[in-house]
Nanobody, 114 residues
Framework: QVQLVESGGGLAQAGGSLKLSCKAS????????MGWYRQAPGKQRELVAR??????NYADSVKGRFTISGDHAKRTVDLQMNSPKPEDTAVYYC?????????WGQGTQVTVSS
């Protein structure tokens, strides 16, 4: 069984910083794509950032503030959140994809206060 465990969520002040981490257990297989998604109450789950080997992309709303990094072989992926805003408050989910199979983490709450 593949399990993705997110950590690092919690409370943050606007203008501060927060780092989310995701680690896979139960498998040593590498992945093709890793990313972070988030879902706020009443909203659809949306892409925050994604990395596929050396190529990364971000949602427009987080460009210049968040940075994604990871190791595809070790199946670890981090999201450095600098200058978070209250609008960034959501449950953040880690995604790892190998070929056409998606694996999701359980989600970690991020709350940003102004």
């Amino acid at each position: 069984q593949v399990q993705l465990v997110e950590s690092g969520g919690g409370l943050a002040q606007a203008g501060g910083s927060l780092k989310l981490s995701c680690k896979a257990s139960g498998s040593i297989r590498g992945v093709d794509t890793m990313g972070w998604y988030r879902q706020a109450p009443g909203k659809q789950r949306e892409l925050v950032a994604r990395i596929s080997y050396g190529d990364s992309n971000y949602a427009d709303s987080v460009k210049g503030r968040f940075t994604i990094s990871g190791d595809h072989a070790k199946r670890t992926v981090d999201l450095q959140m600098n200058s978070p805003k209250p609008e960034d408050t959501a449950v953040y989910y880690c995604l790892q994809r190998r070929r056409d199979v998606d694996y999701w983490g359980q989600g970690t709450q991020v709350t940003v206060s102004s």
